[in-house]
């Protein structure tokens, strides 16, 4: 089934639950705001899925999302039915299965080796060479979570995003005048040239016919006109 898919139903899923979403003991590991069955100290299922939504307004072009996480002990992540990020899982081309193992465990290098706690959360950033399927309004992120070994009695998974958007490069909007016609060009993309015929409170700023979104345009120096462009 394409759980992954942003239309699938996920109405008969366990239910919606803050992170840390959990079965766990350790108290290196918390807040453990959602209890996931069965209880500890029973062997547990050896994959988890999740589901959630997120929004976003705005052109997702040049948006870049910072994942900080806490799992344990494996995941692969899935923005909008994509595969966009595996954590300690068989790398491509691999097909990732319910009964596909993981090939490393959280902290691996620390005391709490195994355990998924506050010293050493997974945080990594994909760019928007890897956010081909963000798209502006609602988006959905799912996630699987594998365990290391066959007869593992925990589980933890909770993420955050981080949203990194493209600096805005301030337009410079140049003016040429010659004989009876002036020439307006500017740099960058996605503005709208308006213009007025009076400056300050009183102004009326219309767009200029067509509308004009690129440069160069020429215009008649027919009367006294103020131009600017609007994003």
């Known amino acids: 089934m394409n759980w992954t898919a942003p239309e699938y139903d996920d109405a008969d899923w366990l239910g919606r639950g803050p992170g840390l979403l959990a079965v766990e003991d350790s108290p290196a590991v918390g807040p453990r705001n959602t209890v996931l ?130 600096a805005l490069q301030a337009p410079r909007l140049n003016v040429w005048r010659e004989g009876e016609v002036t020439t307006l060009f500017w740099n960058g993309t996605g503005f709208t040239l308006e213009q007025a015929t009076l400056l300050g409170e009183d102004a009326d700023w219309s767009e200029v016919p067509g509308p004009i979104t690129r440069s160069p345009v020429v215009v008649p120096n027919t009367h006294t006109a103020f131009y600017r462009l609007r994003r």
Do not use: Q
Not at 142 to 153: C, P, Q, R
């Open 37 to 166: 069955p069965p209880a500890f100290g029973t062997r547990i299922p050896r994959t988890y899925y999740f589901r959630t939504h997120f929004g976003l307004a705005g052109n997702p072009a040049g948006v870049s999302l910072t994942f900080s996480n806490y799992v344990d002990d494996a995941a692969v992540f899935y923005l909008n039915g994509v595969e966009v990020y595996r954590l300690r899982m068989p790398p491509p081309p691999e097909v990732i299965l319910n009964s596909t193992l993981a090939d490393g465990f959280a902290c691996a290098d620390s005391p709490r080796s195994g355990d998924a706690n506050i010293e050493c959360p997974d945080v990594f950033t994909l760019g928007p060479e890897h956010l081909t399927s963000l798209v502006e309004g609602d988006n959905v992120l799912a996630v699987e979570v594998h365990n290391y070994t066959d007869g593992s009695l925990d589980i933890v998974f909770g993420t955050a995003l981080f949203l990194h958007t493209p």
